[in-house]
């Protein structure tokens, strides 16, 4: 689905408030940043995750991206353990500019929150809001 003229494919699930991306998998879950959010980040040049095979909760920085105008830190609702990190993404950041939804970040395999978690179609309100802010 297109918002505002970012792109947001529908098959994945989205977590708007940190505009992260998340694919489901039973119980592994794979993450990203969407196409406005690594928009609003601006170029990203550097990308620091947890180590594989730590352990997440809903409270823990799973990720951290920065930007020359901008640091984030992300969390998600899920409680597990990091499986697999993006190496090519940790060694390029800028990928995540180019291609945010071939760029993952991290795998976690655990118990994900789905319900705080929304389909495009749910989100897509919150997302023409960001982008119309961002968009001038």
């Given at each position: 689905m297109q918002v505002?003229?970012?792109?947001f494919p529908d098959e994945l699930y989205y977590y708007p408030?940190?505009?992260?991306w998340v694919k489901i998998e039973g119980d592994m879950v794979?993450?990203?940043?969407t196409s406005l959010g690594q928009y609003m980040a601006g170029k990203i040049f550097q990308v620091t995750t947890k180590n594989k095979g730590e352990?997440?909760?809903p409270k823990s920085v799973i990720f951290t991206l920065e930007s020359a105008?901008?640091?984030?830190?992300?969390?998600l609702p899920v409680e597990g353990e990091i499986v697999d990190i993006n190496d090519e993404v940790v060694k390029n950041p800028?990928?995540?500019?180019?291609?945010?939804?071939d760029a993952w970040i991290v795998k976690i395999k655990g118990d994900i929150?789905?319900?705080?978690l929304?389909?495009?179609?749910?989100?897509?309100?919150?997302?023409?809001n960001d982008a119309k802010r961002v968009i001038r």
């Amino acid at each position: 689905m297109q918002v505002e003229g970012f792109e947001f494919p529908d098959e994945l699930y989205y977590y708007p408030e940190e505009h992260v991306w998340v694919k489901i998998e039973g119980d592994m879950v794979t993450v990203g940043i969407t196409s406005l959010g690594q928009y609003m980040a601006g170029k990203i040049f550097q990308v620091t995750t947890k180590n594989k095979g730590e352990k997440v909760t809903p409270k823990s920085v799973i990720f951290t991206l920065e930007s020359a105008k901008w640091i984030g830190k992300f969390r998600l609702p899920v409680e597990g353990e990091i499986v697999d990190i993006n190496d090519e993404v940790v060694k390029n950041p800028t990928l995540i500019n180019e291609k945010p939804y071939d760029a993952w970040i991290v795998k976690i395999k655990g118990d994900i929150k789905k319900e705080k978690l929304l389909p495009v179609s749910e989100a897509v309100k919150i997302f023409e809001n960001d982008a119309k802010r961002v968009i001038r």
